[in-house]
């Protein structure tokens, strides 16, 4: 059996320490067992990334509540830039829905999104499938997917940034503000 270096067992022991009132602190903070969960595994990442630098810390107790305060406050501002485009896409969007224009331009970006999800690998692709076409939750792509939940939703992230990446190179602003739209869906 390979025997762990200090800084592993270090790591395991603060892991082991933290990682309860870490996501107790980031639940009570968002009111989300799935994004503490996510924040949380966060976290100690990046403290193992920054495992170099422990020695400099004075305080390993604090230094991790700031972590995690931070790593609450970075969702908060992202989420609030979430809804912000959310308020705009739909303010952009309202358009009567009898007009042919609108009509012709959803059925076009709706083209441009299938070529996009096209470009997919096969295991991106089946999660996209599954979470925005057949409306399963992470944990429930995960399931039909035979991985873990962390893989799937690295998956279905990557397959979104591909996607909107291609909207925009292929189709600019009318797809992207669509393919939006289907996301709030």
């Not at 395991?12 to 009111?31: C, D, K, N």
């Not at 595994?41 to 604090?62: A, N, P, T, V, Y």
């Not at 059925?107 to 399963?136: C, H, N, W, Y």
Request: proline content about 1%; overall charge negative.
């Amino acid at each position: 059996m390979e025997q762990r270096s200090l800084q592993e067992q270090h790591f395991i022991s603060l892991f082991e320490q933290y990682r309860s009132p870490v996501f107790a602190y980031i639940q009570s903070v968002t009111g989300d067992a799935y994004v503490s969960e996510e924040l949380t595994q966060e976290l100690f990442i990046k403290l193992w990334d920054r495992k170099d630098h422990w020695q400099e810390i004075e305080s390993m107790d604090g230094y991790i509540r700031r972590m995690a305060h931070n790593a609450c406050m970075t969702w908060f501002r992202k989420l609030a830039l979430d809804e912000k485009l959310i308020r705009e896409v739909k303010s952009r969007m309202e358009i009567d829905s009898n007009n042919v224009e609108y009509h012709i331009a959803y059925k076009e970006a709706q083209k441009r999104i299938d070529e996009a999800v096209m470009t997919l690998s096969p295991q991106r692709r089946k999660a996209f499938e599954l979470s925005r076409k057949q409306g399963l939750k992470l944990s429930e792509v995960a399931a039909a997917m035979g991985i873990s939940f962390h893989t799937a939703n690295h998956h279905l992230g990557a397959a979104l940034d591909q996607i909107r990446a291609y909207l925009i190179t292929h189709n600019g602003d009318k797809a992207l503000l669509v393919f939006i739209l289907l996301l709030m869906d």
